[in-house]
């Protein structure tokens, strides 16, 4: 069962750097080449190249500078969130964040198409589903949802929206001072479209409730769900109907991405397991967000 979890999270890490390249085509050939700017801390790195480009007249060609100056400013902030994270989201998040800083170094700015709209659309639907489905693989694209994350946890006020808005509000403010407006609108509409596209993928706001059903001694796999998973359980005796067996009934409540995890750690320790999953259930009280 051991090497069956390494191949699984070997795939998951695997998609977690296809998702890197979809993040850096839909920036490079499509956002970039029209001058725009993505949200977040990339965002603040491209108006800080063009500001090393245009005001300081520091040749780039077509190399994008950007994407270094992301994982620099990320290495702190992995350096703070490693206790936070837990091990398996940081090592898919170093993952995801190196293989996007390679590849927006590597895949040179090219223009595909002259229209500013066609690139927001484009350029937002393509980086957003790549970042979407990082996501979905238990890895982030570093930057804000690593700060956002850390924001939830210390006040539960904050979420990864309002977070974002804030952000890309100062963001599209300086753009507006430094360029122009319509740069600024331009970058506000790649925002939303990729924002929208993210979220489709992700389905990060859904929350799901699981009840797991097993004959088995959950002792190492409730152990696991802690440990892995980072998941409180509530559980109670149960009995068969029919064969009037004794059973353990563990209810979990969890974000709908997690769910795939779980389902792995609890074959684990029983593949007989049975396993109801309920989506979109609304939940409050003492509920640990996450992306």
Avoid at 162 to 168: A, R
Wanted: glycine share 8%; with cysteine.
């Amino acid at each position: 069962m051991k090497k069956e979890l390494i191949i699984y999270e070997g795939k998951r890490t695997f998609f977690c750097i296809l998702a890197a390249v979809l993040y850096a085509v839909g920036l490079n050939l499509f956002v970039v080449p029209a001058g725009l700017y993505s949200g977040g801390v990339m965002g603040f790195c491209q108006v800080f190249r063009t500001v090393l480009a245009d005001y300081l007249n520091i040749e780039f060609h077509s190399f994008d500078i950007a994407g270094v100056i992301y994982y620099i400013i990320n290495i702190p902030l992995f350096v703070v969130a490693f206790a936070r994270l837990g091990r398996k989201f940081f090592v898919k998040t170093l993952v995801t964040v190196t293989s996007m800083t390679v590849f927006l170094s590597l895949i040179p700015v090219t223009q595909v198409v002259k229209d500013t709209m066609a690139s927001c659309m484009v350029g937002g639907i393509i980086a957003g589903c790549g970042i979407g489905v990082a996501l979905r693989m238990g890895s982030c694209s570093g930057g804000m949802d690593v700060v956002a994350l850390l924001l939830a946890r210390w006040k539960r006020d904050f979420s990864v929206g309002k977070v974002g808005l804030m952000v890309n509000l100062l963001l599209y403010t300086i753009c507006i001072f430094l360029f122009d407006m319509e740069i600024a609108v331009y970058s506000v509409i790649f925002a939303a479209v990729y924002s929208l596209a993210m979220d489709k993928v992700h389905t990060q706001n859904i929350n799901v409730e699981a009840n797991i059903i097993t004959k088995a001694d959950t002792t190492e796999l409730e152990q696991a769900v802690f440990e892995e998973i980072g998941r409180g359980i509530t559980k109670w005796q149960a009995q068969g109907a029919y064969t009037h067996e004794q059973s353990h009934i563990l209810y979990v409540t969890l974000s709908k991405y997690e769910v795939s995890s779980l389902k792995t750690v609890v074959h684990k320790y029983d593949p007989h397991a049975f396993i109801v999953v309920n989506e979109g259930v609304s939940v409050d009280g003492n509920f640990l967000k996450k992306l």
